[in-house]
């Protein structure tokens, strides 16, 4: 009879051996995947934009930038630039996240942009060069014009 419960509780032990063996071997390939990324080649990318700068004149606002090719880390040439604007009111919240938007294009060798702008507005800009391919840089760093 002692015998016939130990041989059981031995069977219950390799049991629930093979069960936690079998979790463990079955949750080593879980976790979050990402989507699937081209490789990359050393420099095979664009520089973003710098020196963003802005001039006003009345209602309407001039955006120029400058853009260098940098041919250790990022050799392509860009085909043109795209234009965000984030535009708040001065009285909206604060520390709530940017939702910027596409408002123009700009082909080479252009690096500028102007648009008209109203009172009361904080307008918050960058610039985000494009290649071929639907290839893009790194936005600039944002300008922000408030017209009170």
């Given at each position: ?10 069977l ?7 069960i ?7 949750l ?5 995947k990402?989507?699937?990324v ?5 420099g095979?990318?664009i ?15 001039e ?5 260098k ?8 040439k ?9 535009k ?10 940017f ?11 252009a ?5 008209g ?6 307008y918050?800009?960058r610039?985000q ?7 893009v ?6 300008v ?5």
């Amino acid at each position: 009879m002692m015998y016939k419960m130990m041989h059981k509780k031995k069977l219950f032990i390799l049991f629930l051996i093979l069960i936690g063996g079998m979790s463990l071997l079955g949750l080593a390939g879980c976790g979050k995947k990402g989507p699937p990324v081209l490789p990359v080649v050393k420099g095979e990318k664009i520089s973003p934009p710098f020196d963003l700068k802005y001039e006003t004149a009345g209602e309407r606002i001039e955006l120029t930038w400058d853009h260098k090719v940098d041919e250790a880390e990022a050799f392509v040439k860009p085909l043109g630039f795209d234009v965000f604007l984030e535009k708040r009111t001065f009285d909206s919240c604060q520390g709530c996240p940017f939702k910027f938007e596409k408002i123009g294009s700009v082909s080479l060798p252009a690096m500028k942009f102007a648009m008209g702008i109203e009172k009361g507005y904080k307008y918050y800009f960058r610039i985000q060069a494009k290649g071929k391919n639907t290839m893009v840089s790194e936005f600039s760093e944002s300008v922000l014009f408030e017209y009170k």
